[in-house]
């Protein structure tokens, strides 16, 4: 019986000690997101070999004010292209006849970046994994960057 008195007693005492455990870092959490949000729907298309147009939705959020792409053809290779306002496409040229791998972040006005979208293409046309065979070629729209090509569609 002093067993289970004692078994008790200490299930007791864990359960209310546990009950506060949040209070020591409550104070420290801010209600609101601190991260910018990231970009949805990447595509890339290819025109010629050695070009290739992404394409990307922006957040519905104000919080995104700047953008950061980075594209790697190796580990070890890697370019960054920051962009001072937001944008919804960006074409790349002189590439080689690769895979390369694309990590697009937003960014806001404090500098915190958000999660990165990343995603491999070869500028190749029609390459499998480029967005290739929905008649693309017939819209060159889709290569203009000026065009608003989320609002539109």
Same mark, same amino acid.
């Given at each position: 019986m002093k067993k289970y008195l004692v078994?008790?007693? /200490?299930?007791?005492?864990? $359960?209310? &000690? /546990?009950? #506060?455990?949040?209070?020591?870092?409550?104070?420290?959490?801010?209600?609101?997101?601190?991260?910018s949000p990231k970009v949805e729907n990447l595509a890339a298309r290819s025109a010629e070999v050695g070009s290739l147009t992404l394409r990307?939705?922006? !957040?519905? &959020?104000?919080l995104p004010q700047t953008m950061e792409i980075v594209y790697?053809? &190796? &580990?070890?290779?890697?370019e960054t292209i920051v962009? =001072?306002?937001?944008?919804?496409a960006y074409t790349f040229s002189g590439l080689k006849e690769? +895979?390369?791998?694309?990590?697009?972040?937003? #960014?806001d006005v404090f500098g915190n970046r958000s999660v990165p979208v990343v995603h491999d293409f070869n !500028?190749? !046309?029609?390459?499998? *994994? @480029? =967005?290739? +065979? =929905? *008649?693309?070629?017939? =819209?060159?729209k889709w290569f203009d960057l000026d065009y608003d090509w989320? $609002? @539109?569609?």
């Amino acid at each position: 019986m002093k067993k289970y008195l004692v078994l008790l007693s /200490c299930a007791f005492a864990l $359960a209310v &000690s /546990c009950n #506060k455990m949040d209070s020591n870092y409550r104070d420290y959490i801010d209600e609101h997101q601190t991260y910018s949000p990231k970009v949805e729907n990447l595509a890339a298309r290819s025109a010629e070999v050695g070009s290739l147009t992404l394409r990307w939705s922006l !957040p519905e &959020s104000s919080l995104p004010q700047t953008m950061e792409i980075v594209y790697a053809e &190796s &580990s070890t290779v890697s370019e960054t292209i920051v962009v =001072d306002k937001l944008i919804t496409a960006y074409t790349f040229s002189g590439l080689k006849e690769q +895979g390369y791998s694309f990590r697009i972040y937003t #960014k806001d006005v404090f500098g915190n970046r958000s999660v990165p979208v990343v995603h491999d293409f070869n !500028p190749i !046309p029609h390459r499998e *994994g @480029n =967005d290739s +065979g =929905d *008649g693309y070629d017939d =819209d060159p729209k889709w290569f203009d960057l000026d065009y608003d090509w989320n $609002a @539109n569609n």
